[in-house]
């Protein structure tokens, strides 16, 4: 590694009277570093980071590199800093400080889970589910984000279902952190404490009640380096099935939500048939089907809450 950020420091394509180094050279060798620290996309992280440095997009980096454009010293710098930080896997987004997610951007970094593609799968389910009860019952939809995060799903919501009321629940104060600079000016209500005691003023409204809960067995190790970097609070489920903050997240989802309301819930590939059977086991829930991923695995449960009562 010493020797590759030498390379970087001393690129030989450096112009000696202006001191300016060409976006390609820095751009080769960013990837070169990246490629040989593993990282799945090496040019587009490269990219993507002379995007962040020179406040442009990708494609106007791309440009830019085939006309020749140099980097002032200060800009060389910033690009190579960033580069071997996200050698050391540090996540794309927390370099750049900003992630995408459906329609919407979202502010991103140290301390917060980092929003995967899947889950996108799982917010546009909760949006479908509020646009088909604001279609039938032509009344606003009330939607209920549980362990929210970065704000992701709720941020999303928001913006694809006009109108919604949409409320979102963090327990871990450094997430809300980043939950409210995403969701306050989106109009959603970002409540701080535990998703087990959570709104109670809410109870037998919500239409849709969707989350990402932490899901993941204890003692398993995600594969994927920076995903290592996500903060264990959003990672682990509890116990060995990871299956005792999803628990507590069907139950609240039971509370929350009106007869007919839509639950949807993200959850490991291996816990689609544990999810069921729990949602299955006091009839408050029905119309329970198990979603895939785009990689065709088990990732997201809905059901329906039935007109049952909860038992105290």
């Keep these: 590694m010493a020797d ?16 300016t180094v060409t976006l390609e050279s820095l751009l080769r060798s960013s990837t070169e570093l990246l490629t040989a620290a593993g990282v799945d996309s090496p040019r587009a992280d490269a990219e993507l980071l002379a995007a962040h440095v020179l406040g442009a997009s990708r494609g106007e980096v791309a440009a830019w590199a085939i006309a020749g454009r140099r980097l ?21 987004q ?25 889950t996108e799968l799982v917010a546009g389910a909760a949006i479908d589910a509020a646009r088909a009860a604001q279609s039938r019952t032509e009344v606003d939809p009330l939607v209920v ?72 067995p204890d003692g398993r190790i995600p594969a994927q380096a920076e995903a290592r ?39 490991d590939d291996t816990q689609g048939e544990l999810v069921a059977a729990l949602l299955r086991r006091d009839g408050l829930f029905n119309g329970i089907r198990t979603q895939e991923d785009l990689n065709g695995r088990p990732r997201y449960t809905i059901a329906a809450r039935t007109d049952g009562t909860m038992a105290r």
């Design 145 to 216: 984000d549980l362990c929210t995060g970065s704000g992701a799903i709720a941020a999303a919501v928001a913006t694809e279902v006009p109108g919604a009321t949409v409320h979102a629940v963090e327990a871990d104060p450094e997430a809300a952190w980043w939950a409210a600079a995403n969701l306050e000016p989106r109009g959603v209500a970002l409540h701080v404490g535990d998703a087990a005691t959570a709104l109670p003023d809410l109870d037998g409204r919500a239409d849709v009640v969707v989350s990402n809960p932490p899901y993941v």
């Design 4 to 19: 590759t950020v030498t390379d970087l420091q001393t690129d030989p394509v450096t112009d000696r009277q202006t001191d």
């Design 94 to 118: 927390y370099l750049t400080g900003t992630t995408t997610f459906r329609t919407v951007e979202l502010q991103v970094g140290h301390g917060v889970f980092l929003p995967r593609p899947e």
């Design 229 to 267: 970097r996500d903060p264990g609070l959003a990672l682990y489920g509890g116990g060995a099935d990871g299956m005792r903050v999803p628990t507590v997240v069907a139950a609240t989802a039971a509370r929350l939500l009106r007869p007919g309301g839509t639950l949807v819930m993200e959850h």
């Design 72 to 92: 002032d010293p200060l800009q060389s710098v910033d690009l190579r800093r960033l580069s071997i930080s996200r050698a050391t896997r540090t996540p794309l």
